[in-house]
């Protein structure tokens, strides 16, 4: 099989009648020029075998669009191997760290309806996050900053062994907070270093709450993803 360039690889990146694993669903839309010829559909289908086999997974889902519009989508291998369900382009996956980008547009919108600030201190008592929280008895914990925690830079609560999202699963989010909080302070201030954090977006995800009033959900559903047209997603 002779090498085919990253574009083409677009192009047939959502199957086709030839691949074996599952059907093509193609847009009736979608211009002419980017359907897989019968060579780029059987390239397809083996790569798509080959990233089964490689990373052992059940399958694999696939779309992509051209000027704005869906062009093309496509799923490969199974949503239930114990069932042997072959997976459909209606399954839904795990997006994962995905969702912070949504969190950050809907701290954007709040921020943009005038609710709230970048620079706010996020342990501020309006937001009632930290309550019993006095200001001088931890000023880094005190100087947070919604920037901070949007850009990881708050200085603490890495995604490491201590990630306080892994270690307390059966915690509610206020009783995670709390005991995050009074177990692993930040030890320096913020805004110094660059630290990923999974708990300063789960801060973000109930600031979004207090401010808006609404669960982060929905609060998500109704100012974000219904303008767009989605209606699928939900919290797994």
């Known amino acids: 099989m002779s090498p085919i360039s990253r ?32 060579s ?10 080959q990233f089964i086999a490689q990373h052992r997974v059940p399958g694999l889902s696939v779309a992509f669009a051209h000027r704005g519009q869906p062009a093309f989508q ?9 069932a042997r369900v072959p997976l459909t382009t209606q399954h ?3 997006i994962a760290s995905l969702s912070k980008p949504l969190t ?16 706010a201190k996020v342990f501020a008592p309006a937001y009632g996050l930290a309550p019993d929280l006095e200001p001088t008895s931890c000023p880094h914990l005190a100087a947070i900053s919604v ?14 062994n201590r990630d306080p999202m892994f270690r307390f699963p059966a915690l509610g989010h206020a009783e995670l907070i709390a005991r ?17 954090s999974n708990f300063g977006y789960c801060l973000l995800g ?23 047209g989605i209606s699928g997603m939900q919290i797994a």
């Open 104 to 119: 950050a547009v809907a701290i954007f919108l709040l921020i943009q309806q005038k609710k709230l600030q970048l620079d």
């Open 40 to 49: 780029e559909a059987a390239a397809l289908a083996a790569l798509a075998r």
């Open 206 to 228: 109930r600031l979004i709450e207090k401010i808006s009033g609404q669960s982060y959900p929905d609060f998500v559903q109704a100012a974000i993803l219904a303008p767009c």
């Open 180 to 196: 995050t909080l009074r177990d692993q302070p930040p030890q320096q201030a913020p805004g110094q270093r660059f630290a990923y």
């Open 92 to 94: 839904r996956f795990r």
């Open 74 to 82: 496509a799923a490969f291998g199974l949503a239930d191997e114990a």
């Open 147 to 160: 920037h901070h925690l949007l850009t990881h830079t708050s200085g603490t609560w890495p995604n490491d």
């Open 7 to 38: 574009r083409t690889s677009l192009q047939v990146l959502a199957a086709s009648a030839a691949a074996t694993l599952a059907p093509l669903t193609a847009s009736s839309s979608a211009p002419a020029a980017l359907a897989p010829s019968s």
